[in-house]
């Protein structure tokens, strides 16, 4: 798990920008491609969980800030699984190589992550969050809140 930790924060600790725009095009560069950024700020839209794409990147980055929970989905021959939960509300989700998979609203309607990932054959670890990968997260929040 620290090893997936690692990969995420060496890929957000040379966050900067000084426009909102500047932050979403850099938010969009921690998915696997631009295009799976776009498919998901469109889902959240159409589910009105979000007003634009700027939202999306300050509720994503709020969960990390704020998660107090982890759950590791690892799979013996496929890609493994990090999620980040916030008070349960908000997900944001990982792949091994510290890519955004995708980043959500609570969906009592979705099969939660754990059910889903133990029953795909994953072996589960729950933990809670280390304060220092928390404080990375509250530094890009209180950057956000400068834009």
Request: include cysteine.
């Amino acid at each position: 798990m620290k090893h997936i930790e690692q990969k995420i924060l060496s890929r957000v600790t040379s966050f900067e920008a000084n426009t909102k725009e500047e932050a979403v095009a850099y938010f969009a560069k921690l998915w696997h491609s631009r295009i799976a950024f776009e498919k998901h700020v469109k889902k959240r839209l159409d589910e009105g969980v979000i007003s634009d794409e700027y939202d999306y990147l300050q509720k994503t980055i709020e969960c990390l800030a704020k998660a107090d929970e982890y759950i590791l989905a690892a799979y013996e021959k496929s890609w493994d699984r990090l999620r980040y939960a916030s008070n349960g509300d908000w997900f944001v989700i990982f792949n091994e190589d510290g890519i955004i998979l995708t980043s959500h609203k609570k969906d009592e309607t979705k099969v939660p992550f754990e059910q889903k990932h133990a029953q795909l054959g994953a072996k589960l670890q729950k933990g809670k969050v280390d304060e220092k990968f928390r404080e990375v997260f509250k530094s890009i929040q209180a950057k956000l809140g400068k834009l």
